[in-house]
């Protein structure tokens, strides 16, 4: 009996270990959670153009064109970096590439504490925060998405697609207090400290395959062994995006969402403070009107998510595009020395309309491009980006040149319109474009 006992608990040590029963709150959720709190850490320096354009315009005496310029390389490298990022987690593991992340941006923006040219600038605020921020851009988001939900994929793609809104509603006000009291040093620092704080949490919370804690990803049916590591990372990115590059879908998203980042991360979060500023209105209030943009912003994106699930994501794309477009017209009639009911209800309906254009993006990459969906958005979202840094060095180049932003807004709502025409035109079909490499 004893040793019919034994063997039977040595063929049971024995069998290969499947999935395990989850408990009540799946994995999943905990894994979202932890990567909203690491996209809210990074965003903390993404709040910091806008507020230091004047403070550093004071000190240095350096042009908005020359800052714009800082700002172009970060936003330019936020975007690029993306779809490599989204190769190097399938080869090392998205816990390792995003903590590595975090410390680059914490250096970069601790070493602007001592620098005193232009070049300084452009080196640690565009190209470490650039590089560190784009590896925990909108792809590590959609990452994560992918190998954790099967359901829900919309919804959680609109939270953690709001989780740098909240961290520019945690972040804008403190930092905007702090150049105003303690000058623009002790915000460079209160940022670093901020990427560092949310180290450890990467390190001991953020797994990188539900396989790895024996459950499947929420709503699967079955379980999901975890991938081998995917080598040559550069190599399956660039494979990737020639592919992608002969499939006309591709260009009417990158083209839609080159508009997106420059009606937003190029155009109102680096320049809405300063213009508001060129008006009379106080930095604090300017700053918290973009922080309020934040709040919307959070509500505007999980509604988009929702949406998505629901309805067609063009259709979003082009009505998003075209509201955004209608309110940018209006904006140089709303500029003032105080805070008025127009305003306020612009701030809201933009914050609303800020980045509910990634859920349905992300959509529509996922139904075209099938498991090379995460890569190919990563491209999209280096279009994104290069659309903001654009606008991010023209924008400060157009107001050395007139004097003033109208031209700015001008333009950017034309744009949205032809991103509102150009969301339409993208075709509905059933299958992958692409098979992966």
Not at 222 to 234: D, E, M, R, T
Request: aromatic share 12%; hydrophobic share 55%.
């Amino acid at each position: 009996m004893t040793q019919t006992t034994d063997t039977t608990a040595a063929v049971r040590r024995a069998e290969p270990a499947g999935p395990r029963r989850g408990p009540r709150v799946h994995r999943a959720w905990w894994v979202a959670a932890v990567t909203f709190v690491t996209i809210i850490g990074a965003a903390a320096f993404r709040s910091l153009p806008g507020i230091l354009v004047d403070p550093l315009q004071d000190e240095f005496g350096w042009s908005r064109g020359t800052i714009g310029a800082a700002v172009s390389v970060n936003l330019a490298l936020y975007g690029l970096t993306a779809p490599f990022a989204a190769a190097l987690m399938d080869r090392f593991g998205i816990r390792r590439v995003v903590a590595v992340a975090l410390t680059v941006i914490a250096l970069g923006s601790g070493l602007t504490v001592w620098m005193d040219s232009a070049w300084q600038l452009i080196v640690c605020w565009g190209l470490l925060v650039g590089l560190g921020s784009g590896s925990m851009a909108l792809a590590f988001a959609a990452t994560v998405t992918n190998r954790w939900f099967t359901e829900r994929r919309g919804l959680v793609t609109g939270v953690l697609t709001a989780a740098s809104a909240s961290g520019q509603l945690i972040f804008l006000p403190l930092l905007s207090w702090i150049v105003e009291t303690y000058k623009w040093r002790p915000a460079a620092v209160t940022v670093a400290l901020a990427a560092l704080a949310v180290v450890p949490f990467v390190w001991l919370l953020l797994h990188d395959h539900p396989a790895d804690v024996g459950q499947k990803p929420y709503g699967a049916k079955k379980f999901v062994p975890k991938p081998a590591p995917v080598p040559g990372a550069a190599r399956r990115a660039l494979t990737v995006l020639f592919s992608a590059v002969r499939t006309g879908p591709f260009w009417l998203l990158a083209g839609t969402f080159a508009i997106c980042g420059a009606s937003t991360n190029g155009l109102i979060q680096t320049h809405f403070v300063p213009a508001a500023h060129d008006h009379g209105m106080p930095l604090t209030a300017a700053a918290s009107l973009l922080a309020v943009i934040g709040v919307f912003d959070v509500i505007g994106t999980i509604a988009s998510g929702w949406f998505t699930d629901r309805f067609e994501p063009r259709r979003l794309l082009a009505v998003y595009y075209a509201l955004r477009g209608v309110s940018l017209l209006f904006l140089p009639f709303l500029l003032a020395p105080g805070v008025h009911p127009p305003m306020v209800f612009f701030i809201v309906f933009y914050g609303l309309d800020w980045v509910a254009t990634v859920p349905p993006t992300l959509a529509l990459c996922r139904e075209r491009y099938g498991e090379d969906s995460a890569i190919v958005f990563g491209w999209v979202l280096a279009s994104h980006q290069v659309g903001a840094a654009l606008v991010a060095f023209l924008g400060g180049v157009a107001r050395d040149t007139f004097g003033t932003y109208d031209v700015v807004w001008y333009a950017s709502g034309a744009l949205c319109a032809v991103a509102a025409l150009m969301a339409l035109v993208i075709r509905r079909t059933g299958t992958p474009e692409l098979a992966a490499p």
